[in-house]
């Protein structure tokens, strides 16, 4: 039968997580933070997920949106997913089609999209008129095999291990590190986190976001690092993001909270531990290594000018 492109209805989130899992198993994703990502998503956004589905089975997705929090207007995001057993049906193809016909109407002008650095994904986005731009690597770590090291028996003057759990009465601290963190960020999309409600929406209260693991560096009572976990309840943690403020790089304090929250993470009964990185983020890449994530697929940011 002929694939059909629609909107996503709340009853396709547990469809939807499988395909992401099968397309992009690096990924840590769970119905309810498939229903999150819909119900959160700011306005300005204009986003859309929509799904390709076969004979009542939905076999691909596509998230597709305006990056409306990049300084530079215009610019848009497209995703596309197929499940590996439904490859090459025209899935993907025509929800690439209908979400930049929807992101054009939107006033996009550019649109990016992650592609797999594999032949057959590189050869799609080439033939659609998308050309390759950064890269960025998807890292795994074995927490039942891998040695983690120690923490340190003490702790510098003036440094706390803290979880985010300790800033729900006011996570505004975190807010802040967030925003100067992510503003450093290596990327094609410049983000620029201002609107504290916003953040609060799409990252705190993130059904993925491990508030117990999550790991925060708090030096003479301010927040110099942290990172973020993110879990499915289930086998898989998930790095969010890992950063120290620019006034106190160069100490070790990354290192210091992964390693408090790795650990604790595998004391939790929790056996594999996935990160990403572009590969242009050499420190956190370093760090990484140090740990012992080890490289096990990659993806290739590509763009295309519409019009």
């Not at 395909?19 to 309810?32: D, Q």
């Not at 596509?62 to 049906?89: F, M, R």
């Not at 594999?118 to 890292?139: I, N, T």
Request: aromatic content about 6%; charged content about 25%.
């Amino acid at each position: 039968m002929t694939v059909i492109v629609r909107d996503f209805r709340p009853a396709d989130a547990a469809a939807v997580c499988r395909v992401g899992r099968a397309a992009v198993p690096f990924m840590v994703t769970t119905p309810r933070s498939v229903l999150h990502g819909v119900e959160a998503a700011h306005p300005d956004r204009r986003q859309r997920l929509l799904v390709a589905e076969r004979d009542g089975e939905i076999i691909a997705q596509a998230y597709a949106g305006l990056a409306h929090d990049a300084p530079e207007p215009g610019q848009a995001y497209v995703n596309p997913q197929t499940h590996p057993d439904h490859l090459g049906q025209g899935a993907g193809g025509l929800l690439l089609r209908t979400a930049e016909e929807h992101l054009a109407a939107e006033g996009a002008r550019e649109v990016f999209a992650w592609v797999t650095d594999e032949p057959r994904c590189l050869a799609f986005a080439e033939k659609r008129g998308y050309r390759p731009s950064r890269s960025s690597h998807f890292q795994r770590l074995d927490l039942v095999r891998t040695p983690l090291p120690e923490l340190p028996e003490q702790l510098p003057p003036g440094v706390e291990l803290r979880t985010a759990a300790g800033f729900t009465a006011d996570p505004r601290p975190l807010f802040r590190a967030d925003a100067e963190v992510t503003a450093d960020e290596p990327g094609d999309i410049g983000t620029a986190l201002s609107d504290y409600e916003t953040w609060l929406a799409d990252v705190w209260h993130n059904p993925l976001l491990d508030r117990e693991l999550t790991t925060v560096v708090v030096v003479d009572g301010e927040v110099a690092a942290f990172t973020a976990a993110h879990t499915d309840g289930e086998t898989r943690y998930a790095t969010g993001m890992t950063g120290t403020l620019r006034a106190h790089r160069g100490r070790g304090l990354a290192k210091l909270a992964k390693t408090h929250s790795l650990r604790r993470a595998r004391e939790a009964g929790y056996t594999e531990a996935f990160t990403g990185n572009d590969t242009g983020n050499a420190p956190m890449l370093a760090v990484n290594k140090w740990f012992g994530y080890q490289i096990c697929a990659s993806e290739v940011r590509h763009v295309r000018t519409l019009g």
